[in-house]
């Protein structure tokens, strides 16, 4: 065999095609959500309203089923009123992607005057705070526990069993606990990023701690004596 195919089974794929699947990887959804989006015949089943007509229920902008917008077509043919009008849509759920690019140059371009954040970048670094500080708080009490879980046993076998069990325990859960707590603010938000990676870390660096090399510890030891003397 000259050449082993990337088709063929536990074959190999050649640098040059790498690069091209990696492409059509993306590229493939990328032309998929495109035709769904942009191709009335694959999939719109909803009607965008863009003249409401005779009809007193209807609003230009507003989305409806199809066979609803038919029914009142034939309604206001039948009464002698202006139809109304409007163009395939796909769902709010799915937008197109030119309406996701158009969104997310505008959340830049033009801030939003709801919420304490006026732009994505503010709520971003608002985001980026949370997430330090519950990091330093879950740090500056699983960091001094984790090493001394992992250089006393005693204290070990004492704290380790019960951070083993919370561990598995969804931080999201207590969510609505942390709120009732503190409030609606920023603190439940850092006190379930603290429950989310304190537990975890303690038995990280209480493991980290137990392989240390005792002989390092030993020679530590006779330095320091070494240096009082």
Same mark, same amino acid.
Request: aromatic residues 10%; positive net charge.
């Given at each position: ?94 937008? %197109?992607?030119? =309406? $996701? ?11 939003? !005057? &709801?919420?304490? *954040?006026? /732009? ?18 879950? %740090?500056?009490? =699983? $960091? ?11 204290? !070990? &076998?004492?704290? *380790?069993? /019960? ?67």
């Amino acid at each position: 065999m000259s050449r082993m195919s990337g088709w063929a089974l536990y074959g190999k794929v050649g640098r040059k095609s790498r690069v091209v699947l990696g492409g059509l990887s993306i590229l493939l959804p990328l032309l998929l959500w495109s035709a769904v989006s942009y191709v009335p015949f694959i999939w719109h089943p909803q009607i965008l309203v863009t003249d409401p007509g005779g009809e007193d229920y209807l609003e230009e902008g507003m989305r409806m089923k199809r066979a609803d917008f038919e029914r009142a077509v034939q309604e206001m043919h039948a009464a002698g009123q202006k139809a109304p009008e409007g163009v395939p849509v796909n769902p709010v759920y799915l937008p %197109s992607p030119g =309406g $996701v690019f158009s969104a997310f140059v505008q959340a830049f371009i033009q801030p939003d !005057s &709801r919420g304490p *954040e006026k /732009s994505i970048l503010q709520a971003f670094w608002h985001s980026i705070q949370i997430i330090f500080w519950g990091f330093v708080i879950s %740090s500056v009490i =699983g $960091v001094p526990l984790g090493v001394l879980c992992g250089a006393l046993p005693a204290l !070990s &076998r004492l704290v *380790e069993p /019960s951070v083993d069990f919370l561990r598995y325990l969804p931080a999201p859960a207590f969510g609505a606990l942390m709120v009732a707590i503190l409030g609606i603010y920023d603190a439940p938000k850092i006190a379930i990023i603290v429950i989310g990676t304190l537990f975890q870390q303690i038995l990280v660096i209480a493991n980290t701690t137990r392989k240390l090399d005792f002989g390092l510890m030993e020679a530590a030891r006779t330095l320091a004596r070494g240096a009082r003397s």
